[in-house]
């Protein structure tokens, strides 16, 4: 085990027409991953990925695994079985590709999983009804302050704590409107409208939650072969008997990506390696623990870069 490394994997918002494509065209034999996908979801992943249409991926039901599958795409390129990371974690729909990465649930049933994952939190709550926004230059005690004062609208929570200065609200859009308003009074530097619909990491998913909590106890898990630091809590999982419950907390639950960061560099981890479409959790990462080494893998040239620079 690489005591000095941990893999982290993308959520929604990451996700972009063309992603894993040019990984999938120089190596191959990495279709075998969107094939065994497309089985199981009953349509092309590959084609979705690679061409869109952007209207169709970036629905959630199809959003969620097509990020799974271009994550461990990618992880596949790094032949991670040459190296044991020292822990693993993902930011919300992240978190099951971690899964998947250390031995917790097999690929196909997390591809079968994250698929009525993101249908149920769409059916959640009515279409239109949901606003998710970023709130910069604030503290998470004075965003969860704003929050409170803005519930008189409605349901609004500090969904995402990514990073220092950078808290995600969501919730019902007349309530997320009221605490925009609030924490600009509180000195918010920037409010930026999100293009998410569906207010997850709130208490209005806690429907969504049920239901899969369902399909969770259906699958058959394992013990993970290195931990996953969960997002409900930012602590270390090993055990099968937790991960369920760990993810049905996780949907009505703020994701603690700071906490996770910091508990991954408690532990001994100097070195980042995001696995999957974009750079967000890298950027959040270096903002968190400025001394940490960031590298990803998500086309042929960051692939080569990584592999040497981890001695693979």
Request: net charge neutral; glycine share 8%; proline share 5%.
């Amino acid at each position: 085990m690489n005591s000095a490394v941990a893999f982290v994997f993308p959520g929604q918002g990451s996700q972009f027409v063309g992603m894993g494509k040019a990984l999938c065209e120089a190596h191959p034999q990495l279709r075998q991953v969107y094939d065994e996908a497309s089985a199981v979801l009953g349509y092309d992943i590959a084609a979705l990925c690679f061409n869109g249409p952007a209207e169709t991926l970036n629905l959630t039901e199809h959003t969620q695994p097509a990020l799974l599958v271009s994550s461990i795409a990618a992880l596949r390129a790094l032949e991670s079985g040459a190296m044991t990371p020292a822990a693993v974690a993902g930011h919300s729909l992240g978190e099951y590709t971690a899964l998947v990465a250390a031995g917790g649930l097999t690929f196909r049933d997390a591809v079968h999983i994250v698929q009525k994952r993101g249908r149920y939190m769409a059916e959640a709550v009515p279409a239109g009804t949901g606003s998710v926004a970023a709130l910069l230059g604030l503290d998470a005690e004075t965003v969860k302050l704003a929050c409170r004062e803005a519930a008189s609208s409605g349901v609004v929570q500090a969904a995402n704590f990514n990073s220092p200065g950078q808290v995600v609200i969501a919730g019902e859009k007349a309530a997320v409107e009221r605490a925009i308003e609030i924490a600009k009074t509180k000195g918010c530097k920037k409010a930026v409208s999100l293009p998410v619909s569906v207010p997850v990491h709130t208490p209005l998913m806690q429907r969504a939650a049920d239901r899969l909590a369902n399909d969770l106890a259906a699958i058959p898990w394992s013990d993970l072969r290195m931990p996953l630091i969960n997002n409900a809590e930012a602590r270390p999982i090993v055990k099968a008997g937790e991960i369920q419950a760990s993810l049905v907390r996780q949907l009505p639950s703020s994701v603690l990506w700071e906490d996770s960061v910091r508990a991954m560099a408690a532990m001994g981890v100097k070195t980042f390696v995001e696995l999957g479409p974009g750079t967000v959790l890298s950027g959040l990462i270096r903002r968190i623990v400025p001394e940490a080494v960031t590298m990803n893998v998500n086309d042929p040239k960051s692939l080569e870069t990584t592999r040497a620079a981890l001695g693979l």
